[in-house]
């Protein structure tokens, strides 16, 4: 179950999610979104970011018979550009906006969610008008990663996907072929893989800018670590493992390469119980940043090779 989800919530969103597919009757992969679009009666278009004036005429547009859904239009448009909205769900109209200055590989996922907020019913009192400026900040994230947990299950077929991924092994190999097969990106796909594909055994994800090269991967607020991503079994063994610390076997390891195949190799973290834990761990490029693996391997030999990551 992804982090930020409650139980009780998942369990909701799983249940949605199934009736869904099984009215699309339980299609193979790739999931067709225009067949979903189509059976949930969802509408999709798309505004400029960069364009405040496109973004104008599409608040003005939103209509339902024949009358203006928003009194202040402009709202809309503040709202989308002042916090860098990449996406948009209008319940009013039933319609997915989004940005198409996002570059079109992120569509899929980004068109997962906002369906993903038309799912839950929970959702509809937090996604528009004022609750998009007064949103307490916990909430929103509460809200953000019901969406994206419903957007996992549906774009990689709910347990399709780990049933196929416990298949083959765990790699960048066998991600890229997954990818490619549920036509989803690397980078959900590596979160997928690491929360999904056997949450009894210990694996880490990361999501970073390259050592090397610090314009790959690069955020605003100047972090290296983007994303942190956890398998349950982690999670309760390693809870004391900080992002940092994990990105310092990435900082260890990463050889110069820009892109493609970045390191191949073992080194330690240190468990709950204080002991010293083997990790097999694996890092591709994409250009765009650093995305690494880890997976428990064996509670270290007391005379071991390696140091401890704490």
Sequence with gaps: MSEGVGEYEAEDIRKIVARVLRDLGNPEPPLRMEEVRQLLELNIGYYSSTNTTLLQEVAHRM???GKQVLERPMLLVEAITKAKLSALWVPQTRRILIDEDVPKPKHRWIEGHEVGHSLIPWHREFLFGDNEYTLDPVCHAIVEAEANYSASQLLFLQDRFAS?????DLSFKSIKALAARYQN?????LWRMVEDRNPDVAVFGLLTVHPHHPEIGAQDDGKPVRYFIRS???REQFGGVAPEAAYGLVERHASRRSRGPVFDASDELTNANGQRCEFRLESFCNTHALLTYGVFVRVTPTIGRYSTII
């Design 63 to 65: 209509k339902v018979a």
């Design 164 to 168: 196929e991924a416990r298949d083959g």
């Design 185 to 189: 990106t690397l980078t959900t796909t």
């Design 232 to 234: 349950r079994a982690f």
